[in-house]
């Protein structure tokens, strides 16, 4: 049997009450949802089914949790975990298509302090990368703007400093005073757009005596700001 897969994202807060520690604070992650398909060939198109049908018929139920507060959502408000909301999608699908086989759900964050070296490459330094999960919202923005809303992301950072060997624990500190939780509450992260967080982490490490060359922080698959010490 020949199974195809579709990957969508989302953007969203929630906490874990019942699992207590930081996990019970307000937090978030950029959530991925991975829709199976399977099925016999179509005999004219040579597909199971098109990619845009599969992404079409679950978007509009991941654009309910898109850029939202899981635990205000009808049936997540008590369990906002990942089977819990694997769980509600399934009930938001009143009629199974044809096609549809099952849906993973998962985080696409590392969720706890992995830092990776990243060695040298042609135009590009020496690199220390980490991941941390948190919440936010962008005040600032007009009640229309979906970051206006409480969200969250699986944030990327990556840092070049002077001293590589001892960077990873500061950037350690920082991950402590970010992951898991919400940046709205930290001075200076009151209004946390990636630009924002960027210079933060930059001062932070020259708070933690570290000399930043360059900083990246990445707030979605598809979009980053960088931060380069002036030359
Ligand atoms: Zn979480």
Same mark, same amino acid.
């Given at each position: ?14 906490? /874990? ?166 940046? /709205? ?23 933690? /005596? ?22």
């Amino acid at each position: 049997m020949l199974q195809i897969s579709k990957c969508v994202y989302f953007d969203s807060a929630h906490q /874990n009450r019942h699992k207590g520690g930081k996990y019970s604070q307000l937090h978030g992650h950029t959530f991925f949802a991975e829709i199976i398909a399977e099925g016999l060939l179509h005999t004219n198109y040579g597909w199971i089914v098109d990619f845009s049908e599969i992404k079409s018929s679950i978007i509009p139920i991941i654009d309910v949790l898109d850029h939202s507060y899981l635990n205000e959502i009808p049936g997540l408000e008590e369990d906002a975990t990942i089977p819990a909301i694997k769980g509600w999608i399934l009930g938001q699908i009143k009629e199974k298509p044809w096609w549809f086989k099952d849906i993973h759900i998962g985080i696409v964050g590392d969720l706890k302090f992995k830092p990776k070296r990243i060695p040298m490459k042609k135009h590009c330094s020496e690199l220390w990368a980490f991941s941390f999960e948190s919440a936010q919202s962008l005040p600032q923005l007009p009640d229309s703007h979906p970051c206006h809303s409480l969200h969250g992301h699986s944030y990327f950072v990556k840092a070049c400093a002077k001293d590589m060997e001892t960077l990873p624990k500061a950037l350690k500190k920082i991950y402590d005073m970010l992951d898991h939780h919400w940046l /709205n509450e930290i001075l200076g992260l009151e209004k946390a757009t990636s630009e924002v967080l960027t210079f933060w982490i930059v001062e932070k490490l020259r708070e933690f /005596n570290h000399s930043p060359k360059i900083v990246v922080v990445q707030e979605t698959p598809s979009s980053y700001c960088i931060w380069r010490e002036h030359e």
